[in-house]
């Protein structure tokens, strides 16, 4: 499959879980990938490892997606690798960091959440839409928090998956008369890192056998759907939040 051919694609947080089988897929459908880690760089090389056993392009780019210079950086180091024009922009740089209630949120924790989830998008998406002609995509990460609240302790990280969600609809209406694409996904429980770190068992279960497919998502499945979102094979799709959970929820 190529239907990414000849495409320059950017990946934030691509180097693990999710953004790691989003760089994979994008590379296995022909496109050269800027593969941006953050705290390991490791990660970030071994994804341009698996990417380039298959044939693939691609390079590891170390960014803080927060800090404009480090952002700077990153454009630069794309232009350098593979040229002035970006196609695709995927901003999948997120965290949860911690589970807290309204009394345990502080100044530092309510910027933190805030900057990773949302400032990034932004500033990432400003920095890189020069570089997009007509037929770009960018494909925004939301979640399925932004849109119930999510589970205990997350009112904050949900409320700035929905400032990612109500971005993204702006931004295409901004785009659209360029020729630019703006969508994002809302997955629900897919089976990654971030659940290991913040999801009970007790819970993850219970969500799955709530879930009319009976089970977690996958990652290369979220990828599969960014693919797609990326491509000519969804030419009149923009500004939608595009939910991905098993049915658990709909839109």
Known sequence: MSKLKGKVAVVTGGARDIGRAVSLKLAKEGAKVVVNYFDNEDQGRETVKMIEAEGGEAIAVYAD????????????KTKEAFGNEVDILVNVAGGLFARKTIDQIDEKFYNLVMDVNFKSAVFVTQAFVSSMKEGGAIINFASQAGRDGGGPGASLYAASKGAVSTFTRGLAKELGPKGI???????????????????????????????????????????????????????????????????????
């Open 65 to 76: 997606a927060t800090n404009l210079d480090d952002i700077n950086n990153l454009v630069a």
């Open 181 to 251: 694409r703006v969508n994002a996904l809302n997955p629900g429980m897919i089976a990654t890192k971030f659940h290991d770190d913040f999801t009970k068992d007790v819970v993850r279960e219970k969500v799955a056998s709530s879930t009319p497919l009976r089970r977690e998502g996958k990652a290369c499945e979220v990828a599969d759907l960014v693919a797609y979102l990326a491509s000519e094979e969804s030419s009149f799709i923009t500004g939608n939040n595009i939910d991905i959970n098993g049915g658990l929820a709909f839109s």
